[in-house]
């Protein structure tokens, strides 16, 4: 039995809503990708020297995925939105001012704070709203964040070229504050008390027939985040620096992001609507296991051509592992805990990208090469792929209806 608000046509303006504000509070996720090739010209840095501000950046967003999860279960998201806002605009001009590497980092960890607030704690407050199509809501606003890194890459590439990277930032400050802080008022009604009593009820079946605790699952996915994640992050960060060192250009790398992430969109809506049949766990493993096998392609092949191709494929591949973490907090962790329970998660798989930013470019500056960082990518899948098959080895088969 589900609550007249869920799946309602309220719900589903909200949906519009939150995804609006997801494609622009993500920005600051992406744009130091972008910009690294400058940063690392400006302040004569090495490769893993200039990947500590997107490090810096994702820490902050995984902290922050926590922390304003757990603001939103108190405070509700309006609120959280507003403060984030400020903060990431704050930000963006604070590293403008930067006049060293160290303090440019510590600009972008506050950045990453800021910005957070469009992953995590977005996704938790619409999860709320739906019961039948949870899979494909939480879905399109997870593709918020792909969204944000498909289109602002290419959009802010001809002030780069013409102004450099500070007018990128001051650009991203201003627009921030006008597009997030009006729509986040749009999102000050709560949802019914009992509405969480129908959700919870069906968490709690769902518990116990997987045979964990909400505390052990919250650890094993956390884990199994941070493997899958390292590998992601591998195209994901370096792909413009791996562009600019075959010769391509910095162009041609952020044409390759915007298409890995275009087709992680694509894959988020259809694993959206793949885990409302399926679940959160089945959904989990198959892109995990497409992942690597994407992973795989960039071994053999670094051709402009095929590394078009590989972007799109490996987008398609990933682009629904880290929304089915959060299904999967919800199938079986009660609703009221969600803010926190599925900030922890979202936090351990952007722990695992800012790992695996950086080490990627240590085995960079060791090497002389990226081949040995897409192995330690393939590794670290592995490790993704083991844990969601034990948990599904562990899961005794249950009724479909229970799987909300």
Same mark, same amino acid.
């Given at each position: 039995?589900?609550?007249?608000?869920?799946?309602?046509?309220?719900?589903?303006?909200?949906?519009?809503?939150?995804?609006?504000?997801?494609?622009?509070?993500?920005?600051?996720?992406?744009?130091?990708?972008?910009?690294?090739?400058?940063?690392?010209?400006?302040?004569?840095?090495?490769?893993?020297?200039?990947?500590?501000?997107?490090?810096?950046?994702?820490?902050?967003?995984?902290?922050?995925?926590?922390?304003?999860?757990?603001?939103?279960?108190?405070?509700?998201?309006?609120?959280?939105?507003?403060?984030?806002?400020?903060?990431?605009?704050?930000?963006?001009?604070?590293?403008?001012?930067?006049?060293?590497?160290?303090?440019?980092?510590?600009?972008?960890?506050?950045?990453?704070?800021?910005?957070?607030?469009?992953?995590?704690?977005?996704?938790?407050?619409?999860?709320?709203?739906?019961?039948?199509?949870?899979?494909?809501?939480?879905?399109?606003?997870?593709?918020?964040?792909?969204?944000?890194?498909?289109?602002?890459?290419?959009?802010?590439?001809?002030?780069?070229?013409?102004?450099?990277?500070?007018?990128?930032?001051?650009?991203?400050?201003?627009?921030?504050?006008?597009?997030?802080?009006?729509?986040?008022?749009?999102?000050?009604?709560?949802?019914?008390?009992?509405?969480?009593?129908?959700?919870?009820?069906?968490?709690?079946?769902?518990?116990?027939?997987?045979?964990?605790?909400?505390?052990?699952?919250?650890?094993?996915?956390?884990?199994?985040?941070?493997?899958?994640?390292?590998?992601?992050?591998?195209?994901?960060?370096?792909?413009?620096?791996?562009?600019?060192?075959?010769?391509?250009?910095?162009?041609?790398?952020?044409?390759? @992001?915007? !298409?890995?992430?275009? =087709?992680? +969109?694509?894959?988020? $809506? %259809? #694993?959206? &609507?793949?885990?409302?049949?399926? /679940? *959160?766990?089945?959904?989990?493993?198959?892109?995990?296991?497409?992942?690597?096998?994407?992973?795989? @392609?960039? !071994?053999?092949?670094? =051709?402009? +051509?095929?590394?078009? $191709? %590989? #972007?799109? &494929?490996?987008?398609?591949?990933? /682009? *629904?592992?880290?929304?089915?973490?959060?299904?999967?907090?919800?199938?079986?962790?009660?609703?009221?805990?969600?803010?926190?329970?599925? =900030?922890? +998660?979202?936090?351990?798989? %952007?722990?695992?990208?800012?790992?695996?930013?950086?080490?990627?470019?240590?085995?960079?500056?060791?090497?002389?090469?990226?081949?040995?960082?897409?192995?330690?990518?393939?590794?670290?899948?592995?490790?993704?792929?083991?844990?969601?098959?034990?948990?599904?080895?562990?899961?005794?088969?249950?009724?479909?209806?229970?799987?909300?």
């Amino acid at each position: 039995m589900t609550h007249p608000i869920h799946d309602s046509r309220y719900s589903w303006f909200r949906l519009l809503i939150t995804l609006a504000i997801a494609t622009v509070a993500n920005v600051g996720m992406w744009a130091v990708i972008v910009v690294m090739p400058d940063i690392e010209a400006q302040f004569g840095a090495g490769r893993a020297e200039a990947s500590m501000p997107y490090t810096l950046t994702m820490i902050g967003f995984a902290l922050g995925n926590m922390w304003l999860g757990q603001l939103l279960d108190r405070l509700g998201v309006t609120k959280a939105l507003i403060g984030a806002a400020i903060l990431s605009a704050a930000s963006y001009g604070l590293a403008t001012l930067a006049p060293s590497m160290m303090m440019l980092s510590a600009a972008h960890l506050l950045l990453g704070l800021g910005t957070s607030v469009g992953f995590g704690p977005l996704i938790a407050d619409i999860s709320h709203w739906f019961m039948r199509r949870r899979g494909i809501a939480v879905a399109l606003v997870a593709s918020g964040n792909y969204l944000s890194g498909a289109i602002w890459p290419t959009l802010l590439a001809g002030i780069l070229a013409r102004d450099g990277w500070q007018q990128v930032y001051l650009s991203l400050a201003v627009i921030t504050l006008i597009a997030v802080i009006p729509l986040s008022l749009l999102l000050r009604r709560q949802v019914p008390i009992e509405a969480h009593g129908t959700a919870a009820a069906a968490a709690q079946l769902n518990a116990q027939s997987a045979g964990f605790s909400p505390r052990a699952l919250q650890y094993i996915l956390g884990i199994a985040g941070i493997g899958c994640c390292v590998a992601m992050s591998m195209p994901q960060v370096h792909i413009v620096a791996y562009c600019v060192g075959l010769g391509y250009g910095p162009a041609v790398g952020a044409e390759m @992001l915007s !298409l890995m992430l275009l =087709g992680g +969109v694509v894959s988020r $809506v %259809i #694993s959206g &609507l793949v885990a409302d049949k399926l /679940g *959160g766990v089945r959904t989990l493993l198959a892109g995990s296991v497409l992942q690597c096998a994407a992973l795989f @392609l960039f !071994l053999p092949y670094d =051709g402009m +051509v095929s590394l078009y $191709v %590989i #972007s799109a &494929l490996f987008g398609l591949a990933q /682009g *629904g592992i880290v929304p089915s973490y959060a299904l999967v907090v919800r199938e079986y962790m009660p609703p009221r805990e969600a803010g926190a329970r599925v =900030g922890f +998660v979202m936090m351990m798989t %952007i722990l695992g990208m800012a790992l695996g930013g950086w080490m990627s470019g240590w085995i960079y500056d060791v090497s002389g090469d990226y081949w040995l960082a897409f192995v330690n990518g393939i590794v670290w899948n592995g490790l993704n792929i083991a844990i969601m098959v034990m948990l599904l080895a562990r899961s005794r088969p249950r009724r479909r209806e229970a799987m909300v």
